[in-house]
Every structure is written in structure tokens, then in C-alpha cells.
């Protein structure tokens, strides 16, 4: 090959190694610091933290003249929203230990002051070769596992292991430990843990979820975790109160919509059998609505051309508007005129001593688009009640708000500290839009404090039935290890439900595929299997791609695969709703269906590994590295390239329709 090409594919690579190193570097030191407070204070080192000290540097194998170290402790925050938690928590502190050395680099450990384990971070300042060696998952087990049974008492009671991740192109391995109590998975409790494929050690170790460090203050023998109502009992009222429905998801781009099954899948209390109501969980509040998130300031030409439309309210009537909805006790700091490709609105900031906010209104109607009152109460316990609350919110609405495709008879209500939170839903046709309708929010006063829209603008009637069954969707919900009995935080302590384990909405489409609400495959790796693979040519490499959660569900090897599949294959599990046309260059609603052949191939993972500039450098490659190089045209260098970093070698076969196997292949060469 050309010396240019290997010198040219040479850099880089060596530039992509540097960038990732800083980045890593950015990302571990933010990732490990705990948010320190105004009180957090140096101690000094005593014999007992000196005993600590010899301890950690034993359980976490440190060594090394490092030229600072530091003993930091720093008060837990006792506002948990949680009073069972707050009790726990209070007068406890967290303590991190950090060494640092401009050579060896930066290490910190934490630890709570009764000696539960927080967070450990390791970054080392190497400038020396990569350490080529492979280490695979059950290298970076091995590694997390010798040390978290040292740092954690009565660990393998504690965690266990649940997902892993290998993530492509970079040189981490993750592992993901979920908290149990008493045996029983605590929700949205996790422990992360980074091993580094380059030094062969662990990088990071952190606790994350809802609380997750006051978590650790949780003792097993508080709770004996028996369930008095069976799993089938509890499939059945949820099949009950709230299965799976047909309902309308639209895509990211708003572009297109489709027909799908979800539910907002409700806890039940494990003793009593009731729906239970869990206040401690936080609500989806949109801070933008559609109609004004892409809205721009207006030019001065663009404000003459539109103060001449006889359609627009005067900003005199909307001031009075504004005024009527939050009362006169607010005075009007600012009025200006916005737009997005539909509507004009006017932006309204608002003044008043104690809460001063904003809102938007639609410039021809006046109706309300948003409203935000700013409130910095956190001492205040709201008497308000859910049917008050959906009265207030339904007579603002009837006043200032437009109820098109509202459904008022399934309002959600959530409840806060000093907020009750009414969730009006969106409904199309009969059927419910996915994260689509108006959420308002209800002071402790009975006050309306925040007003947000969100409707799309899709063309519902493009979306396509699906040969799916409201049955056979709960089904797939149910079988797939989601649904089962939990501890969940609640105001007065953990609290054995049964209901979703991983925090997600779940929706069912018509590949039968279990996804989030933002399209991610649930549990994708256990998914991926093909009746085909005993003919593979390379099991090792199609198990490795699986690793990564690269790879199909309900394919062969044998299949042609389309060009919406490799988009998805490509992009991991997000769906193909994630295509930028404007990255790849292709109209994809208009080749989504065609069976992709290999030249398409080529060129999607040159852009998607960021290699396209390559292909526009002229004079510097060979003309006979393939048989009819120059029939390739357009994609001559994106072959080239391609070549170059040993993708593909020399037989090359442009108009193919390649099969599922032979484009894994491709795809493990590019990142391997």
C-alpha cells in the first residue's frame, strides 16, 4: 500500500487513541467527585485514619510515592424526600480519600462515615505503549469481584450482577451490580464498575441510582421481605388496572408515527394487593413545549413585517392576558415576539418579589402555551388533594388553556412536598399519544405554578395497524423478567411491591420486540440468539458483536438484511428512528426496505467511525488495489479506506446484497 495512505491511516489513528484518552480522563474526574458543600472540611490524620488509610490502600492494592494526599469529610444531605432515609442519614458523613501525583496520576476512595463503601476512581497519567494484552469479561469480573468482596461486607448478599457492556471503540468493559435487600432487587439501585481493557485494572466503581448513598445505611435484617400476594395474583391485577394498550408513539423527529402497545406500568402493594401510589418517584416535567422549543428571536425587519399582520393579538393584550393568569401582583419585565415554522408567541418575563417566572403565549389566540412560576419552598407539606387539585387544574384550563384532544377523564395525578401535579393525556383517534399532553402543576396555596404543552405535529393517519394482539403484547411484557416483586423507596422506607424493576415504560411494536419508551431494546444482549448460528464461520466473532449488543433479534444468519436493519444494526439497539439523512447522505424512508448490498455498507460505517474526510484527500491513492477499482466510482474511496484499515481485503463484490453473517463480519473488522 501507498506510504501516504499508511502514514495518513497512521495518525489517525493515534489522534482517535489521544482524543479518547482526554476525554476519558474529563469524564473519570467528573464522574468520581462527590458534590462537595460549604462544610465539608480536611481532617487531620489520627491513628484510627491512619488504620483506615493502610486498610483501603490493602483492599484497593495502592502503592506508589504520590506526592498529595488529602482527607476530605463532607456532611450527607439529610433532604432525601424521604423521612424514613433522612432519619438514617442524619449527622453522617462521607469521607474520600484521595492521592494524587503529577507522574502516577489521581486516585479517590469514599466511604460513609459507618464504613459503607461509596465510589472509587482511578486515573493514571501513562504515556507509556498500550498494554496490547486482551482481557475479556470475565477478566474484568474476576478484577471487580477481588475487590468489592473486600470493600463490601457481605457483598454477594448485597449485589448482583445484571448487565454487562462492551462498548465498540472504546476501552472500557462495564459492569452493572443491582441492590438487594434481604434478596430482594431494591429499584433503581445499581453499582457501576469500569475495567479498563488497557491497563487491565479497575478505573471506576460507583454507586448510582435514586439515594444510592444513604442506600448503603439500609440493614437486611429490617426487612424480611415475604409477599403475601403470589407473582400470578399480581400479573392478574395488573392485566387488570393497567395492561399494555394500543396506543401512538411518535418518533424523535416528529416526522412519522406508529401504532404501539405500553402502559405505565402501576406498583402493587406485595401484602395488600392495592395499587400503590408512590410520591416519592419524580414526574417527567418537559421544560420546553413543542410549539416553542425551535421558536427564534426576531429580527427588526422580521418584527415590522409581522407588526403589520392583522392577525397577531397587540402585545397591550397579552401583557393583559399575562397579568389575568398570574394576578397583579406580578409586574411585566419584558414582552417579545417569537416564532417557529407554524405560529408566532409571545414571550412573557414576569417580576415579583417573591417568585418571579414566565410564560408563553400564542400570539394570534392568546391561548397558553406555558407558564413557570419560580418556588423555593422546601418546608412546606401541601394539604392539597388529588381531586382539588384536578378541579384547579381543569378550570385553568377550561380559562386560559385549549382542550383539542385532551382525554379529561384519565387526568394522572402525582403528589410532591409543596406540589400536586395533574398530567392531562393526549388522545388521537381514541387512542393515547406516548409523552404527549398538558402537565400543570398546583402550589401548596392552590396556586397554578407551571402550565406545559407538548403535542407533536405527526400525521397520525399514516400510522400502520400492526398484526399484534393486546394479549400477546402483555404476554411478551410479562415473560420478560421486567415485571416481579421489588423494594422501592418510599417517604416511609423501602417498601416490597411488585411491578417494573428496571424503571421504564415499556412498549411492544410490531417486530414483538420489548423497547423503552425511547426505543432501546430491553435486555438486548439475552435477546440476540440465531437458529443458524452452528453454521457460523466465526462463532467467536458473532459472540463478541453480541457482547456489544451489536447484532438482530428474530433473523438469520443466512437473511438479507435491509437498509433499516443495518441502520439499527449499526446503531447499536436505538432504532432506526435515530438516521440523520443529512450525516449518510440517503433519503432513508425511501430505501428502508431494499436489502442493502455491500457498497452501502462500506460507506455507512466509513461515516459512522468518522473516517469520510479520508475520502476526499486526491493523488495519493493506488488505482489497483481491486479488480475494475475504477467501476467503483463515488465509492472507489470509501473501499480504499475501507482496505486500509482492514475491513474488507481484496475481493470485493460492490453490488451484493449481503447476508446478516457477512455484513457482522464487516462490522466486527471495523471495530475489532
Given at each position: 500500500m501507498?506510504?501516504?495512505?499508511?502514514f495518513?491511516l497512521a495518525?489517525?489513528?493515534v489522534?482517535?487513541?489521544?482524543?479518547?484518552?482526554?476525554?476519558?480522563?474529563?469524564?473519570v474526574n467528573?464522574?468520581?467527585?462527590?458534590i462537595?458543600?460549604d462544610?465539608?472540611?480536611?481532617?487531620?490524620v489520627?491513628?484510627?485514619e491512619?488504620k483506615?488509610?493502610e486498610?483501603?490502600?490493602?483492599?484497593?492494592?495502592?502503592s506508589?510515592?504520590?506526592?498529595?494526599?488529602?482527607?476530605l469529610?463532607?456532611?450527607?444531605n439529610?433532604?432525601s424526600?424521604?423521612?424514613?432515609?433522612?432519619?438514617?442519614?442524619?449527622n453522617?458523613s462521607?469521607?474520600?480519600y484521595?492521592?494524587?501525583?503529577?507522574?502516577?496520576?489521581?486516585?479517590s476512595?469514599?466511604?460513609?462515615?459507618?464504613?459503607?463503601?461509596i465510589?472509587?476512581?482511578?486515573?493514571?497519567?501513562?504515556?507509556?505503549?498500550n498494554?496490547?494484552?486482551?482481557?475479556?469479561?470475565?477478566?474484568?469480573?474476576?478484577a471487580?469481584?477481588?475487590?468489592?468482596?473486600k470493600?463490601?461486607?457481605?457483598?454477594?448478599k448485597?449485589y448482583?450482577l445484571?448487565d454487562y457492556?462492551i462498548?465498540?471503540?472504546?476501552?472500557?468493559?462495564?459492569?452493572?451490580?443491582?441492590?438487594?435487600?434481604a434478596?430482594?432487587?431494591?429499584?433503581?439501585?445499581?453499582?457501576n464498575?469500569?475495567?479498563?481493557?488497557?491497563?487491565?485494572?479497575?478505573?471506576?466503581?460507583?454507586l448510582?441510582?435514586?439515594?444510592s448513598?444513604?442506600?448503603?445505611?439500609?440493614?437486611d435484617?429490617d426487612?424480611?421481605?415475604?409477599a403475601?400476594i403470589?407473582?400470578?395474583?399480581a400479573?392478574?391485577?395488573f392485566l387488570?388496572?393497567?395492561?399494555?394498550?394500543?396506543?401512538?408513539?411518535?418518533?424523535?423527529?416528529?416526522?412519522?408515527?406508529?401504532?404501539?402497545?405500553s402502559?405505565?406500568?402501576?406498583?402493587?402493594d406485595?401484602?395488600?394487593?392495592k395499587?400503590?401510589?408512590?410520591n416519592?418517584?419524580?414526574?417527567?416535567?418537559?421544560?420546553?413545549?413543542?410549539?416553542?422549543?425551535?421558536?427564534?428571536?426576531?429580527?427588526?425587519?422580521e418584527?415590522?413585517?409581522?407588526d403589520?399582520?392583522k392577525?397577531?393579538?397587540?402585545k397591550?393584550?397579552?401583557k393583559d392576558?399575562a397579568?389575568?393568569i398570574?394576578?397583579?401582583?406580578?409586574?411585566?419585565?419584558?414582552?417579545?415576539?417569537?416564532?417557529d415554522?407554524?405560529?408566532?408567541?409571545?414571550?412573557i418575563?414576569?417580576e415579583n418579589?417573591?417568585?418571579p417566572?414566565?410564560?408563553?403565549?400564542?400570539?394570534?389566540?392568546?391561548?397558553?402555551v406555558?407558564?413557570?412560576?419560580?418556588?423555593?419552598?422546601?418546608?412546606?407539606?401541601?394539604?392539597v388533594?388529588?381531586?382539588?387539585?384536578?378541579?384547579?387544574?381543569?378550570?385553568?384550563l377550561?380559562?386560559?388553556?385549549?382542550?383539542?384532544?385532551?382525554?379529561?377523564e384519565?387526568?394522572?395525578?402525582?403528589?410532591?412536598?409543596?406540589?400536586?401535579i395533574p398530567f392531562?393525556?393526549?388522545?388521537?383517534?381514541?387512542?393515547?399519544?406516548?409523552?404527549e399532553?398538558?402537565t400543570?402543576?398546583?402550589?401548596?396555596?392552590?396556586?397554578?405554578?407551571?402550565y406545559?404543552?407538548?403535542?407533536?405535529t405527526?400525521?397520525f393517519?399514516?400510522a400502520k395497524?400492526?398484526a399484534?394482539?393486546?394479549?400477546?403484547?402483555?404476554?411478551?411484557?410479562l415473560?420478560?423478567?421486567?415485571?416481579?416483586l421489588?423494594?422501592?423507596?418510599?417517604?416511609?422506607g423501602?417498601k416490597l411491591?411488585?411491578?417494573?424493576?428496571?424503571?421504564?415504560?415499556?412498549?411492544?411494536?410490531?417486530?414483538?420486540?420489548?423497547r423503552?419508551k425511547f426505543?432501546?431494546?430491553?435486555?438486548?444482549k439475552?435477546q440476540i440468539s440465531?437458529?443458524?448460528?452452528?453454521?457460523?464461520?466465526?462463532k467467536e466473532?458473532?459472540?463478541y458483536?453480541?457482547?456489544?449488543?451489536?447484532?438482530?433479534?428474530g433473523?438469520?444468519?443466512?437473511d438479507?438484511?435491509?437498509?433499516?436493519?443495518?441502520?439499527?444494526?449499526?446503531?447499536?439497539?436505538?432504532?432506526w428512528?435515530?438516521?440523520?439523512?443529512?450525516?449518510?447522505g440517503?433519503?432513508?424512508?425511501?430505501?428502508?426496505d431494499?436489502?442493502?448490498?455491500?457498497?452501502?455498507?462500506i460507506?455507512?460505517?466509513?461515516?459512522d467511525?468518522?473516517?469520510?474526510d479520508?475520502?476526499?484527500?486526491?493523488g495519493?491513492?493506488?488505482?489497483?488495489?481491486?479488480?475494475?477499482?475504477?467501476?467503483?466510482?463515488?465509492?472507489?474511496?470509501?473501499?480504499?479506506?475501507?482496505r486500509?484499515?482492514?475491513?474488507?481485503?481484496?475481493?470485493?463484490?460492490?453490488?451484493?446484497?449481503?447476508?446478516?453473517?457477512?455484513?457482522?463480519?464487516?462490522i466486527y473488522?471495523s471495530?475489532?
Amino acid at each position: 500500500m501507498n506510504k501516504k495512505i499508511i502514514f495518513g491511516l497512521a495518525l489517525i489513528l493515534v489522534t482517535g487513541s489521544v482524543y479518547a484518552s482526554i476525554n476519558k480522563d474529563l469524564a473519570v474526574n467528573y464522574s468520581s467527585k462527590y458534590i462537595e458543600t460549604d462544610e465539608a472540611v480536611t481532617l487531620e490524620v489520627t491513628d484510627v485514619e491512619k488504620k483506615k488509610v493502610e486498610e483501603i490502600k490493602k483492599i484497593f492494592n495502592i502503592s506508589g510515592d504520590y506526592e498529595s494526599f488529602t482527607i476530605l469529610s463532607d456532611p450527607m444531605n439529610s433532604d432525601s424526600g424521604s423521612d424514613y432515609l433522612n432519619k438514617l442519614i442524619k449527622n453522617k458523613s462521607i469521607t474520600t480519600y484521595r492521592w494524587s501525583d503529577e507522574k502516577l496520576g489521581e486516585l479517590s476512595v469514599s466511604y460513609t462515615s459507618d464504613g459503607e463503601f461509596i465510589s472509587y476512581s482511578k486515573w493514571t497519567s501513562s504515556n507509556e505503549e498500550n498494554n496490547k494484552k486482551k482481557y475479556s469479561k470475565d477478566n474484568a469480573l474476576k478484577a471487580a469481584e477481588n475487590i468489592l468482596k473486600k470493600a463490601i461486607k457481605d457483598f454477594d448478599k448485597k449485589y448482583i450482577l445484571s448487565d454487562y457492556s462492551i462498548r465498540p471503540g472504546s476501552d472500557y468493559i462495564d459492569l452493572t451490580y443491582q441492590r438487594l435487600l434481604a434478596g430482594i432487587p431494591l429499584a433503581d439501585n445499581y453499582l457501576n464498575v469500569s475495567f479498563s481493557t488497557e491497563t487491565g485494572e479497575i478505573s471506576d466503581m460507583m454507586l448510582m441510582g435514586d439515594n444510592s448513598y444513604a442506600i448503603t445505611f439500609l440493614k437486611d435484617e429490617d426487612f424480611k421481605g415475604e409477599a403475601k400476594i403470589s407473582l400470578e395474583d399480581a400479573q392478574k391485577i395488573f392485566l387488570e388496572k393497567s395492561p399494555l394498550t394500543l396506543s401512538y408513539k411518535v418518533t424523535k423527529d416528529g416526522k412519522s408515527v406508529e401504532k404501539v402497545f405500553s402502559s405505565d406500568v402501576v406498583d402493587i402493594d406485595a401484602l395488600t394487593g392495592k395499587v400503590f401510589k408512590n410520591n416519592l418517584r419524580d414526574p417527567f416535567m418537559p421544560y420546553a413545549t413543542e410549539e416553542a422549543k425551535d421558536s427564534a428571536g426576531l429580527s427588526e425587519v422580521e418584527v415590522k413585517k409581522i407588526d403589520g399582520l392583522k392577525d397577531l393579538k397587540k402585545k397591550s393584550e397579552a401583557k393583559d392576558k399575562a397579568l389575568e393568569i398570574v394576578g397583579k401582583s406580578y409586574t411585566v419585565e419584558s414582552i417579545s415576539l417569537t416564532s417557529d415554522k407554524d405560529n408566532y408567541y409571545y414571550r412573557i418575563n414576569l417580576e415579583n418579589e417573591k417568585n418571579p417566572g414566565s410564560l408563553l403565549l400564542n400570539a394570534k389566540t392568546l391561548k397558553l402555551v406555558s407558564l413557570d412560576i419560580y418556588n423555593d419552598k422546601r418546608d412546606v407539606k401541601t394539604k392539597v388533594t388529588d381531586e382539588e387539585a384536578k378541579k384547579i387544574a381543569l378550570d385553568f384550563l377550561e380559562k386560559y388553556g385549549d382542550k383539542t384532544e385532551l382525554n379529561l377523564e384519565k387526568i394522572d395525578v402525582k403528589k410532591f412536598d409543596y406540589t400536586t401535579i395533574p398530567f392531562i393525556p393526549r388522545f388521537v383517534n381514541s387512542l393515547p399519544v406516548l409523552g404527549e399532553g398538558v402537565t400543570i402543576a398546583v402550589d401548596d396555596e392552590k396556586n397554578v405554578v407551571t402550565y406545559e404543552k407538548y403535542f407533536s405535529t405527526a400525521d397520525f393517519s399514516k400510522a400502520k395497524d400492526i398484526a399484534l394482539t393486546k394479549d400477546e403484547a402483555n404476554k411478551i411484557y410479562l415473560n420478560s423478567k421486567n415485571f416481579g416483586l421489588k423494594y422501592e423507596m418510599t417517604e416511609e422506607g423501602p417498601k416490597l411491591l411488585y411491578g417494573k424493576i428496571k424503571n421504564i415504560v415499556p412498549l411492544v411494536g410490531e417486530d414483538k420486540i420489548l423497547r423503552d419508551k425511547f426505543g432501546n431494546v430491553v435486555n438486548f444482549k439475552n435477546q440476540i440468539s440465531y437458529e443458524d448460528f452452528d453454521n457460523a464461520k466465526n462463532k467467536e466473532a458473532i459472540n463478541y458483536l453480541k457482547d456489544m449488543e451489536i447484532g438482530t433479534i428474530g433473523k438469520k444468519l443466512s437473511d438479507k438484511i435491509t437498509y433499516k436493519e443495518f441502520i439499527e444494526l449499526i446503531s447499536r439497539n436505538y432504532g432506526w428512528e435515530y438516521y440523520d439523512d443529512n450525516r449518510y447522505g440517503f433519503d432513508m424512508n425511501k430505501v428502508k426496505d431494499k436489502k442493502i448490498p455491500e457498497r452501502d455498507v462500506i460507506k455507512f460505517l466509513i461515516i459512522d467511525n468518522s473516517l469520510q474526510d479520508f475520502t476526499k484527500a486526491k493523488g495519493i491513492f493506488k488505482d489497483d488495489l481491486f479488480k475494475n477499482q475504477k467501476s467503483l466510482k463515488e465509492y472507489e474511496n470509501y473501499y480504499i479506506i475501507a482496505r486500509g484499515f482492514g475491513y474488507i481485503g481484496d475481493e470485493i463484490n460492490p453490488d451484493k446484497e449481503l447476508n446478516l453473517e457477512e455484513i457482522l463480519y464487516i462490522i466486527y473488522n471495523s471495530i475489532k
